[in-house]
């Protein structure tokens, strides 16, 4: 099993891609051990020295880091996560489910139609984008003219978020849904 890396514009996380399926269909950010509850794989990562977070994207894997470099910290990653692989433990467990499918949203109802256009621009555009930088934006809600977006994986803590913010996804909203004025993090 050949497990590539990549960097990420967070330099306190690394992009892993095992060459196969993750979480297909969802994503799942685990910030501390304590949500690494119902994940084998997780629970693995977290008991490296060093280790603060995990994320689980389609078919990648971003970890998050404090204290040591990458270069002493990614061979423990990365045989943790060829173990995993290799037993054929399934990555999450028992009831657990995405962590984006709990997010509640909030929305005027009036404002419904602009919503749907807001999470298919982020659904189209925004999300491939931030997936390949090994993290995940999502729709949390949208009230008097500001959209409030979920930052995940790589994107939470990033330096370069705010840019990517007001003037990437704010620019491309306020051009297509004259409705949106600002966008911020929640």
Known sequence: M????????????LKFLPGRDVLPGGTLEMKAP??????????????????TGVFYGSDFITVTKAGPEW????PAILGAIMEHYLTGEPLVGGEAAPANADDDEFFEEADAETVDTIKELLETRVRPAVAQDGGDITFRGFREGVVYLNMKGSCSGCPSSTATLKQGIEN?????VPEVEEVRPV
């Open 2 to 13: 050949f497990i590539q890396t990549e960097a990420t514009p967070n330099p306190a996380t």
């Open 34 to 51: 304590a949500d690494a509850a119902n994940s084998p794989l997780a629970q693995k990562l977290f008991a490296i020295d060093g280790v």
């Open 71 to 74: 270069q002493h910290l990614k």
């Open 172 to 176: 491309l909203l306020r051009h297509f």
